[in-house]
């Protein structure tokens, strides 16, 4: 195969060199784990990926399958002597295989045309959410089931709520501190897909929390999709530039851009490392990654809130709560103090650490879409752990990591109740 078609892969063929074979990520490896296939676990990617550049092997629909069932969670990086960086060579042979091979349909028209037209998603879902509230008996504030006899098309999964109102229906473009309190810092909000169409209370609730600090927000309307699922999950590389474009352009005049989202924060700090092909992007990404922190991280590092900050939710009070890292906050940013800090402040409440807090949940965006028994299957250790921790409410601060929290402790018929950080704060 031409170097022109392994035209990202090519990129990281030194880091594919760093693989010693020692077999450390077979332990934690959630997909190996999972499936006990050699080619599932980071070593076995990675000599994929060395097949790829010598051209021993072709791109092809197989292959790429098993590029795509990696749920990014890093664990093998963390545990790698030599820190192979396998995450993300996997995402560069994705890009190859999307530019080579397409984008598998319905995904690829989905990306390409919603995720980039933010209004055209938002009247896509007003729909499917009305046909939504048709079909499906509501089973609590944010999962609904399909009817039984239609189950069979989502394989009884719960599916999150598109909500009645979106969040930028019920904020401004700007929300001030309150009247009387001086403004301290005006900071950029990136709800991120989840929590602008289907999970707005959250965003809400950071919006309100931050201008309670004295912090004036600006939620641009420009702003679009992370595009995680795009160009990190599928490869597609264009869209995600297309996305890239629009996010770095909606937030002109702001020091620092706050996301509730670890997903969201972590794939706008990737612009400038994946998708920045020419210098001017690489400018103008850089400087907008550079400003993107997570919430727990901007509340504890940059605005160093004391515990007393901190005042927990009613429906917290005399609970025991625990944690569940997001692997995109966790490993691929390194906050995992922040959050736990908040959450040990709460003064009405018991925290719990859940044994084996960090691992993956086995949502990973797409990842879930395309392998929904495997996710599940990586998902019963997650449940195990939580069960462990004896907590009433695990909290976390990925919408993606709630609903697979959510979906697979209805399916268990479990008791505990999830959160997103944000929403636990009073
Ligand atoms: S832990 Fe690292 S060096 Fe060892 S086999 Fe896995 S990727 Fe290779
Ligand atoms: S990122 Fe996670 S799922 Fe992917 S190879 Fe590494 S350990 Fe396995």
């Not at 109102?165 to 001086?182: A, H, N, Q, S, Y």
Request: net charge positive.
């Amino acid at each position: 195969m031409s170097s022109a078609a392994l035209k990202e892969l090519v990129r990281f063929e030194k880091d594919t060199e760093q693989c010693m074979k020692c077999g450390f990520c077979t332990y934690v490896c959630p997909v190996y784990q999972a499936e006990k296939i050699e080619s599932g676990v980071a070593r076995g990617k990675n000599e994929l990926a060395k097949a790829l550049l010598n051209g021993s092997l072709e791109l092809n629909r197989n292959l790429a399958d098993r590029l795509y069932k990696c749920t990014a969670c890093m664990a093998c990086t963390e545990s790698c002597p030599s820190k192979a960086p396998i995450p993300r060579i996997v995402v560069a042979a994705r890009a190859d295989a999307a530019r080579v091979m397409g984008v598998r349909f319905p995904y690829g028209l989905a990306y390409r045309n919603l995720l980039t037209n933010r209004k055209m998603l938002g009247n896509f879902l007003r729909v499917a959410g009305f046909f939504q509230s048709a079909l499906m008996p509501a089973t609590n504030g944010t999962i609904r089931h399909l009817p039984g006899f239609m189950s069979g098309l989502i394989k009884g999964r719960n599916l999150p709520a598109v909500a009645p109102r979106f969040l930028r229906d019920m904020v401004g473009e700007v929300t001030k501190p309150p009247r009387g309190m001086k403004s301290v810092m005006r900071v950029g909000y990136f709800p991120g897909c989840m929590n602008e169409f289907s999970l707005p209370h959250i965003g809400k609730k950071t919006i309100d929390f931050l201008t309670r600090q004295g912090i004036e927000v600006v939620m641009p309307r420009e702003q679009g999709c992370c595009g995680a699922a795009a160009f990190l999950g599928a490869g597609d590389f264009e869209t995600g530039r297309r996305i890239a474009d629009i996010n770095a352009a909606a937030f002109p005049d702001v020091d620092c851009i706050v996301t509730d989202c670890a997903t969201c924060a972590c794939t706008l700090r990737e612009y400038p490392h994946f998708l920045a092909d020419t210098p001017e992007r690489q400018e103008s990404y850089g400087k907008f990654a550079g400003k993107i922190q997570h919430v727990s991280q901007f509340l504890i590092d940059t605005l160093s809130l004391s515990s007393s900050s901190f005042r927990n939710a009613e429906a917290l009070k005399g609970k025991k709560v625990t944690w569940h890292d997001p692997c995109h906050l966790n490993r691929h940013l390194g906050i995992k103090e922040q959050p736990r800090r908040i959450l040990k402040s709460l003064a009405d409440c018991r925290y719990i650490e859940m044994p084996d807090a960090s691992r993956c949940c086995g949502m990973a965006g797409q990842f879930s879409l395309y392998y929904y028994e495997l996710s599940r299957k990586i998902a019963e250790k997650k449940m195990e752990s939580v069960e462990a921790s004896g907590a009433d409410i695990v909290v976390t601060a990925c919408p993606g990591c709630q609903y697979q929290l959510q979906d697979n402790i209805a399916r268990l018929k479990m008791p505990q109740k999830v959160m997103n950080l944000m929403e636990v704060l009073g």
